[in-house]
Structures are given as C-alpha cells and as structure tokens.
C-alpha cells in the first residue's frame, strides 16, 4: 500500500500535467497570421511619434492607427501633419517595437497635403 507521503508527488504531478494539458496556448502561431488581408482606403493625418527611437502612425479619421514603417512608406507619405488618403493592406504577420497602431503597407498614395 502506498502511503499519502508518497503519493502527494505523483497527485502533484498529475494536477501539473493535467493544467498543463487543458491551457490555451493563444501566445503561439495565430492560424490567420498568414492569411490574405484586404485592401483598406483610410484618410487621415500622418504623425511622427517619438517613441522606441521614432515611428510613423496615421492617425485616420474614424479613430483607428496605424503604423507606416519606413522602410515600405512612400517618403512622400512620411511627412508630420500630412493629411493622406492611402490604399493600405494590414500585416497580421508583423509585430512593431512601437505598437502605435496596426502595421499596415501602402498600396496606393491617392493624395498628399504636407501641411
């Protein structure tokens, strides 16, 4: 017969195992992360954000961010105060130091008003 001291490691190691079996591991590879994004025309005012060593958030009129990375953006885009209306794709596929806003990439430039 097994006494209740030596049982209390195996009972111990099961309820791990078992919590560890039944928990949602949300944190790992989203099933849509590569999945076709739409095109979304959005119009608003670009801004310089001063955080992480500086980022490019468009600031759209229905409220929503996003993050222009510079690498992709126009350079004709990326201007503090500019009021732009883009065609953008979001990139569930990319992460930002910055987290100003979705990351999106531009498509199409309709317009540009530098301030």
Not at 47 to 61: I, K, T
């Amino acid at each position: 017969m097994v006494s209740p001291v030596q049982a209390r490691p195996v009972a111990t190691l099961f309820a791990a195992l078992l919590i560890f079996h039944t928990s949602d591991f949300s944190c790992s590879a989203r099933t849509d992360a590569f999945a076709p994004s739409v095109e979304i025309r959005v119009s608003g005012t670009v801004r310089f954000v001063s955080v992480e060593g500086g980022c490019w958030q468009l600031q759209a009129q229905n409220g929503a961010r996003y993050e222009l990375r510079p690498t992709q953006a126009p350079s004709r885009v990326l201007v503090d105060g500019a009021q732009v209306a883009l065609v953008v794709r979001l990139r569930t596929d990319l992460m930002s130091t910055c987290m100003v806003g979705d990351v999106v990439d531009v498509e199409r430039v309709e317009s540009v008003h530098a301030p």
